[in-house]
């Protein structure tokens, strides 16, 4: 289905030049779009090209309304790649309207006691288990399992081979992408100094998921040991990261690939943590830190700087690290 131009500077908030009757129907890069796309540019370098392109339209910044007037429709904004991604999911939520998508796949299994509430739908070989909750538009994906007592918002999408364990929460426009595993016991255990034998904690609390928030493919995330862990609205996590048990995470987090954290973490609003970094339990990262790849955090340590970023293992501010780093390479010369 497409939508003319001017639908689409309404919705995303861009101010159109040219003819807002063209007719778009998906976006794409510059180099492959077709003339019912959509394209975007940051650097006024690439407008050119892109005005060249087979593009219906280009999404662009404010630097677009000194160029030379062309017959290629313009939207501009201050933030072009926020416009063009809000464009994308204007046309896309715009296509999906009046499908209908409650149904259940014949090899799904849902229990009884279980509530659907409208336009879900349940893939095949997925099982729903007791007293679980989906909301309006929710999808759950080919052969994802969901516990007992889970309760998941709306508009959620649960791709394939998701694993959702009892007493889970999700709130509503949750993603979580193939292969996760939420609410999974977390990596607690008592030595008995008599025999050295390691004994379980108990595991019995909670994972709660907020609002907008996004899960990567085979990340892990563990329940409270007896409280909750909490992720909080609109962070977003990348594939292969593990977050341990109690461990309590802002809002508008981003945390890259392979990034492990130990149980008991707090995490403030709007951190960033680059990919493979570790953190040790009960560390604390204070609000708007950045955390470089590879950046390690020790045990109970604290990290604070509201824009500041840290690297190295134990993590430092980077100019810092970097001064020890040129001084271990002249300490290496004189070898």
């Not at 407008?47 to 060249?52: E, F, G, P, R, W």
């Not at 994972?207 to 992720?231: K, M, P, S, W, Y």
């Not at 590879?294 to 970097?322: D, I, M």
Request: proline share 3%.
């Amino acid at each position: 289905m497409k939508y003319s131009l001017q639908q689409i500077a309404d919705a995303v908030q861009a101010r159109l030049r040219g003819d807002g009757s063209i007719q778009i129907s998906a976006v794409a890069s510059v180099v492959s779009a077709k003339q019912d796309d959509l394209v975007f540019v940051e650097d006024e370098k690439y407008l050119a090209q892109a005005l060249k392109s087979a593009a219906g339209a280009v999404i662009a910044g404010e630097f677009a309304a000194a160029a030379t007037p062309s017959s290629k429709p313009l939207l501009m904004s201050a933030h072009p790649k926020l416009a063009f991604a809000r464009a994308e999911r204007f046309l896309r939520d715009k296509n999906c309207d009046g499908a209908v998508r409650h149904s259940v796949g014949a090899t799904a299994v849902v229990h009884p006691s279980a509530r659907l509430s409208r336009d879900v739908m349940v893939d095949v070989y997925a099982v729903i288990a007791e007293d679980a909750e989906m909301g309006e538009n929710t999808h759950i994906g080919v052969g994802s399992a969901i516990g007992a007592r889970v309760t998941i918002g709306r508009n959620c999408e649960i791709y394939p081979n998701v694993t959702i364990y009892s007493g889970t929460t999700l709130g509503d426009r949750v993603i979580v992408h193939a292969g996760a595993v939420l609410g999974s016991d977390g990596f607690g255990y008592v030595c008995d100094p008599k025999t050295g034998a390691y004994e379980k904690f108990p595991q019995v609390g909670k994972l709660v998921i907020e609002d907008d928030v996004e899960i990567g493919a085979n990340t892990t995330i563990d329940r409270g040991a007896l409280d909750e862990t909490r992720i909080g609205r609109g962070t977003k996590i990348d594939n292969l990261v593990h977050i341990g048990h109690n461990c309590r995470i802002g809002e508008n987090v981003v945390i890259a690939a392979q990034t492990g954290l130990s149980g008991s973490i707090v995490i403030e609003n709007n951190v960033v943590l680059g990919g493979q970094v570790g953190i040790g339990e009960h560390a604390h990262i204070e609000e708007g830190v950045m955390l470089g790849g590879q950046g390690g955090v020790l045990p109970n340590k604290v990290l604070r700087g509201k824009g500041v970023a840290f690297w190295g293992t134990p993590a430092q501010p980077v100019r810092q690290y970097l001064k020890q780093l040129a001084m271990l390479a002249k300490l290496g010369r004189k070898a």
